[in-house]
């Protein structure tokens, strides 16, 4: 049984920073693209970014770029999304996900992931 369960989520003032974990039970999460995404209310899921099983290489949505960082930890089976200088526009419910076997990586599109946390909730306001 596959377990995906996400951590780290808050309120933080415009500019502050937060560490979204999300830590995988039941696979080994270097064989998997694993991707972050978040939801916006009134707003589809988009995707933020994610790690490569191949070669552990990470895209990012271009409205985070530069301020976002993925990485993981793969004796704890743990993925980080580090989020810095944080905006208002920012503020959504973020999840993360295990990969199909053949995604279109670089689009960072919900469709190419078949596993699903719940989800946690990060609220950035002065």
């Known amino acids: 049984q596959v377990q995906l369960v996400e951590s780290g989520g808050g309120s933080v003032q415009p500019g502050g920073s937060l560490r979204l974990s999300c830590t995988f039970s039941g696979i080994p999460l270097q064989y998997y693209t694993i991707g972050w995404f978040r939801q916006a209310p009134g707003k589809e899921r988009e995707g933020v970014s994610c790690?490569?099983?191949?070669?552990?290489?990470?895209y990012y949505a271009d409205s985070v770029k530069g301020r976002f960082t993925i990485s993981r930890d793969n004796v704890q089976n743990t993925v980080y999304l580090q989020m810095d200088s944080l905006k208002p526009e920012d503020t959504a419910v973020y999840s993360c996900?295990?990969?199909?076997?053949?995604?279109?990586?670089?689009?960072?599109?919900?469709?190419?992931?078949?596993?699903w946390g719940q989800g946690t909730q990060v609220t950035v306001s002065s």
């Open positions: 790690i490569s099983s191949a070669d552990g290489s990470t």
């Open positions: 996900a295990q990969g199909g076997v053949m995604i279109h990586i670089e689009e960072l599109s919900p469709r190419d992931y078949t596993k």
